[in-house]
């Protein structure tokens, strides 16, 4: 009976691990461990609304990396992986909130 209740135990524990994992896969990118558009189209949705009702500014900076596929292309996957995780990495300190 212990045997089983452990077994049963050990598969709640995988499927909430498994759960949460696929939540964050749907918001956030795998590679960079950035929002993704999912994530993005929501919170963006939020922000234009909460302005609308308050005194609140919302700014958008896109950022379009240059020759990115020419990049991809030339040094493979790999490179173009390393380039969007320093990316990632940069833009996280430089917009860490004190």
């Known amino acids: 009976m212990l045997n089983e209740l452990a077994g049963d135990i050990s598969f709640g524990l995988q499927y909430i691990e498994k759960e ?11 590679l960079t461990g950035l929002p993704n558009s999912a994530l993005f189209r929501d919170r963006l949705s939020q ?28 040094f493979g996957r790999h490179a ?8 990632a990495e940069r833009l996280r300190g430089a917009l860490q909130e004190p």
């Open 47 to 74: 922000f234009v609304g909460g302005a609308k009702h308050g005194p609140g500014v919302v700014t958008l900076i896109l950022i379009d990396l240059d020759h990115f596929t020419h990049i991809n292309n030339t």
């Open 20 to 30: 949460e994992r696929l939540h964050y896969l749907a918001y956030y990118d795998a």
């Open 80 to 87: 173009g992986d390393r380039l969007l995780k320093s990316v």
